[in-house]
């Protein structure tokens, strides 16, 4: 199957920093990015999904300007945590589809933890 | 928007037996819908699943059924494992195989395989 690798896998940043999270297709064109974010013993919420060359479409409740999306090319999708607080801190997962995909591939996970 | 009930939240048997989580989800639209396996601290890895023009999918131990009047979907684990330990979300998209797969998940179940 199709490869997703997300960097970061942990990463630990003091409050009122921004840290950025990369997702990226190894193998495929993402047409389609999609950011989750994941608290402990919580299901995933979606954030928001990108397309390439396009803006990113937010969750009701996710503040864009907080949660900055780039999808700037069809195998890079990054996720920007601004002025992180500790509330911040939590596992934040992508997933990536091309065309003619039958599924959505996922990364790894980042658990980001703010301090 | 859609809404993914699943349940149990959590889920003891003993290896050998068989394991069976259900899904109901509310947008008669959706037509596609995945379960995943999800480790501690890693990202959800796809274990089978299953569009609306399809009723069941068997794979070795592991089987998905639908059932779209009632719009709910169930997993069926059989001969449990110690490996099988983990947490399984069920999902459910609108997917259009142009590679927007964006997913509404379940709550999670927690299945714990005792030796």
């Known amino acids: 199957g199709a490869v997703v690798s997300q960097h970061p896998s942990r990463v630990i940043c003091k409050s009122g920093t921004s840290v950025k999270i990369e997702c990226r297709s190894l193998?495929?064109?993402?047409?389609?990015m999609f950011w989750y974010r994941q608290f402990p013993k919580q299901s995933l919420m979606l954030m928001a999904t990108?397309?390439?060359?396009?803006?990113?479409?937010?969750e009701q409740g996710v503040e864009k300007d907080k949660f900055l999306i780039n999808h700037a090319s069809l195998t890079l999708s990054t996720l920007t945590v601004t002025s992180a607080h500790p509330e911040d801190s939590s596992f934040y997962i992508c997933?990536?589809?091309?065309?003619?995909?039958?599924?959505?591939?996922f990364g790894q996970g980042t658990r980001l933890t703010v301090v | 928007g859609e809404n993914v009930e699943q349940h149990p939240s959590t889920l003891s048997v003993q290896e050998g037996d068989s394991a069976v989580i259900k899904c109901t989800y509310s947008?008669?639209?959706?037509?596609?819908f995945p379960w995943y396996k999800q480790e501690l601290g890693k990202g959800p890895q796809l274990i089978i699943d299953?569009?609306?023009?399809?009723g069941e999918k068997k794979d070795q131990r592991i089987a998905v059924t639908l059932n779209k009047t009632a719009k709910h979907f169930s997993l069926h684990i059989t001969e449990t494992q110690p490996e099988d330990s983990a947490v399984y979300f069920c999902?459910?998209?609108?997917?259009?195989?142009?590679?927007?797969?964006?997913?509404?998940f379940g709550k999670g179940t927690k299945l714990s395989v005792i030796p």
């Open positions: 997933s990536a589809s091309g065309r003619g995909h039958t599924e959505a591939f």
């Open positions: 193998d495929f064109q993402a047409t389609t």
């Open positions: 990108s397309n390439e060359g396009s803006k990113a479409t937010y």
């Open positions: 947008d008669s639209a959706s037509n596609y």
């Open positions: 299953i569009r609306s023009n399809v």
């Open positions: 999902a459910a998209s609108k997917g259009s195989g142009a590679g927007s797969y964006q997913l509404t």
